[in-house]
């Protein structure tokens, strides 16, 4: 079941840089961040409101509230950098350097999170990041 969720958030992640693009022509891309963060925050509380998981929430550790604090920042940060490179690049360019964030992901779960870092893996993150090359190359 988790591939395909990862499908879905691949397609929806398309959509987003499309629709993005459009979105930061005529105005700020921090600004278009704020409005987009908005537009996740309400149905994302909506959800978890109507599905009875606000109890939940008193049994949350400190440990897990820093690293999703953690979490959170690098999310912000990462979508005002993709804005503003969608405001100033082509959606067909930035999307795909995005996604050399697979390849971080790749290095900083070997180093962080002690995952194994198979040949197989290893092939997947020089494809990727060959790929994210050439697609840039100019």
């Not at 996740?40 to 550790?61: F, H, N």
């Not at 050399?100 to 020089?126: D, N, Q, R, Y």
Request: net charge positive; aromatic share 12%; no cysteine.
């Amino acid at each position: 079941m988790w591939k395909l969720y990862a499908l879905l958030s691949a397609l929806f992640a398309a959509f987003t840089a499309i629709f993005a693009k459009l979105g930061v022509r005529n105005i700020d891309s921090d600004l278009a961040t704020a409005i987009r963060t908005a537009i996740v925050l309400a149905p994302t509380w909506g959800i978890v409101l109507m599905s009875g998981k606000m109890q939940s929430l008193k049994t949350i550790g400190a440990g897990t509230w820093i690293f999703l604090i953690l979490s959170g920042i690098a999310t912000g940060l990462s979508w005002l950098f993709y804005f503003r490179a969608l405001q100033i690049g082509e959606a067909s360019k930035v999307a795909p350097l995005d996604k050399m964030s697979v390849v971080f992901t790749i290095l900083f779960s070997f180093l962080i999170l002690k995952e194994p870092l198979t040949p197989k893996v290893i092939a997947g993150g020089l494809l990727i990041t060959l790929g994210a090359i050439v697609l840039i190359w100019k």
